[in-house]
């Protein structure tokens, strides 16, 4: 199994002798080689500084007075920036606690705490986390005019400033410096629940500016204009703490389990959860699919590894 890893890596190794990348790590590969799974995180490191101008230290502990325990992979002190990198060599399921509560700790004090996986970054490069990180310029909402953008130019503005890109809705409104849009909020029919009337898709500004009281602007119009009845938002964990939504007016109604996709740390292919659904396996997999197995058992055969993000939080508001 050694010379194989060595040699060919650890998906070929795993594929072998037919195990699973996680026993593997657990029980076989020596501590030096998975050293191997933070070269992604030095990579990540330099590009950020590179994209934002900003010098990071890396695994340093002792940060939270009190809790000497926590270590963190990238940041910044003067800043108060920490970034969790989770590569997918060795960091699994199990660890997921651990890094929604260290999020919840570097939040609690003040900390901008962000977590990557490997495959979102392998995915999406480093400057959708630069642009949550790098200095900006503040702007008030009450200097900006309100108008709805055309659609055009929601889909620009959101696949570049918005994390997940755009997202098609029902109705929209912008604020705007001129004629530069500087944020903008979306409504839609709510994607995931039958009880609320509507949800916010997204809310984005623009990279370069921090908007302060423009979600709450933007929020009042779709108020004043829709007179709903109840509404509800998605937050991702490993990128916000939700505060906005609060600042709206909604509740935090739960805390959604995580959810994963799965990644080929070798040919770094990515498939969302939904992709890998047992059914959909034999055209994804082909001859080594076993229909005896689980989801989870064909995809670790096969060579992947399940990265998960930290959940999703839910908020409402109500009329």
């Not at 920490?82 to 060599?89: D, K, V, Y």
């Not at 392998?122 to 310029?137: M, Y």
């Not at 509800?232 to 389990?257: K, P, Q, T, W």
Request: hydrophobic share 35%; with cysteine.
């Amino acid at each position: 199994f050694l010379q194989i890893l060595d040699s060919d890596g650890l998906q070929t190794a795993c594929k072998k002798f037919g195990i699973s990348n996680q026993i593997a790590m657990k029980h076989l590969v020596p501590e030096e080689y998975k050293k191997k799974g933070s070269m992604p995180q030095d990579q990540l490191a330099k590009e950020l500084s590179r994209l934002t101008g900003i010098e990071f230290e890396q695994n340093v502990r002792s940060i939270v007075p009190g809790n000497n325990r926590l270590e963190i992979d990238i940041l910044n002190r003067e800043l108060k920036i920490s970034i969790e990198f989770n590569g997918a060599f060795w960091h699994h399921e199990d660890r997921i606690k651990d890094d929604i509560q260290k999020a919840k700790i570097m939040r609690e004090h003040g900390w901008n705490h962000i977590v990557v996986d490997e495959a979102f970054y392998w995915q999406h490069g480093a400057d959708p986390i630069a642009n949550l990180i790098k200095p900006k310029k503040t702007i008030h909402a009450h200097n900006l005019a309100m108008r709805s953008p055309q659609k055009d130019e929601i889909r620009t503005f959101l696949d570049t400033h918005h994390i997940q890109g755009y997202a098609p809705y029902r109705a929209a409104y912008g604020l705007y410096d001129g004629n530069q849009l500087i944020q903008v909020m979306t409504f839609g029919k709510p994607r995931y629940s039958k009880k609320h009337e509507w949800e916010i898709l997204r809310l984005a500004s623009h990279s370069d500016y921090r908007v302060t009281g423009g979600a709450e602007r933007l929020f009042n119009r779709f108020l004043t204009e829709h007179d709903p009845k109840s509404i509800i938002a998605y937050c991702d964990f490993r990128f916000f703490s939700g505060n906005v939504y609060e600042r709206l007016g909604m509740s935090l109604a739960s805390h959604d389990d995580p959810g994963y996709v799965w990644y080929d740390y070798d040919t770094k292919n990515v498939f969302p959860q939904y992709q890998t659904q047992k059914h959909k396996l034999p055209k994804l997999l082909g001859e080594s699919f076993d229909p005896s197995l689980t989801e989870v058992q064909n995809m670790e055969n096969a060579g992947y590894v399940q990265c998960n993000d930290l959940g999703q939080l839910m908020f409402e508001w109500r009329a």
